[in-house]
């Protein structure tokens, strides 16, 4: 079984999902994560993105990560851009993620914009991370040292909450007084049943 996990950015989804690692013999694809090291890893990829974004998109072999985020989270359709660079080579990294993983209770595919790129139709179940505006921006401000404006801008360019949690099965509240590993445990047990 793949059950989604995703959130809006400085939702706490990453800290939601190594908990659920904690509670089960279960496995976690971050798939931000895995698509960051297939922007290096991937030749498709690199070759990709240096056409539509050029050089400058690669310092040293690395992603210029400052330059990519400049460009893409100030123009929506430059970020569609190098999602659909992107997503389909992580599709097919997921896909052999989860076959190499089918002795597990469940695969958690843990991504920010599962329903933004369509990736909610490769789950069974899902689960979506919320918390107030504000909680995110400073959990994001502090995490990353980005701007206010920043974080800001990033969150306009995801679905809102309350759209990610009418295509949910499960919705885990994540504000500061909120317990978190109660929630987990409950879904944990839910899914495991």
Same mark, same amino acid.
């Given at each position: 079984?793949?059950?989604?996990?995703?959130?809006?950015?400085?939702?706490?989804?990453?800290?939601?999902?190594?908990?659920?690692?904690?509670?089960?013999?279960?496995?976690?694809?971050?798939?931000?994560?895995?698509?960051?090291?297939?922007?290096?890893?991937?030749?498709?990829?690199?070759?990709?993105?240096?056409?539509?974004?050029?050089?400058?998109?690669?310092?040293?072999?690395?992603?210029?990560?400052?330059?990519?985020?400049?460009?893409?989270?100030?123009?929506?359709?430059?970020?569609?851009?190098?999602?659909?660079?992107?997503?389909?080579?992580?599709?097919?990294?997921?896909?052999?993620?989860?076959?190499?993983?089918?002795?597990?209770?469940?695969? *958690?595919?843990? /991504?920010? =914009?599962?329903?933004? @790129?369509? +990736? %909610?139709? &490769?789950?069974?179940? #899902?689960?979506?991370?919320?918390?107030?505006?504000?909680?995110?921006?400073?959990?994001?401000?502090?995490?990353?040292?980005?701007?206010?404006?920043?974080?800001?801008?990033?969150?306009?360019?995801?679905?809102?909450?309350?759209?990610?949690? *009418?295509?949910? /099965?499960? =919705?885990?509240?994540? @504000?500061? +007084? %909120?317990? &978190?590993?109660?929630? #987990?445990?409950?879904?944990?047990?839910?899914?495991?049943?």
């Amino acid at each position: 079984m793949v059950v989604g996990l995703t959130g809006g950015i400085g939702s706490g989804k990453s800290t939601a999902a190594k908990m659920f690692q904690e509670v089960g013999n279960i496995v976690v694809y971050f798939a931000d994560e895995e698509a960051k090291k297939l922007m290096t890893t991937s030749i498709i990829i690199k070759e990709q993105i240096c056409k539509e974004f050029g050089n400058e998109a690669y310092l040293d072999n690395q992603l210029n990560k400052v330059f990519i985020a400049n460009v893409v989270f100030t123009n929506p359709k430059k970020l569609a851009i190098l999602n659909s660079i992107v997503h389909p080579e992580v599709y097919k990294h997921f896909k052999e993620f989860v076959s190499s993983n089918s002795n597990k209770e469940y695969v *958690l595919y843990e /991504n920010a =914009i599962l329903f933004e @790129n369509s +990736s %909610d139709a &490769l789950c069974d179940k #899902i689960i979506t991370v919320v918390a107030d505006e504000n909680t995110r921006i400073q959990r994001v401000v502090h995490r990353d040292g980005a701007s206010e404006t920043d974080v800001r801008n990033r969150i306009r360019n995801q679905w809102k909450d309350s759209k990610k949690a *009418l295509l949910s /099965n499960y =919705i885990i509240v994540n @504000n500061t +007084s %909120d317990n &978190l590993l109660n929630q #987990i445990m409950k879904i944990h047990n839910n899914l495991t049943k």
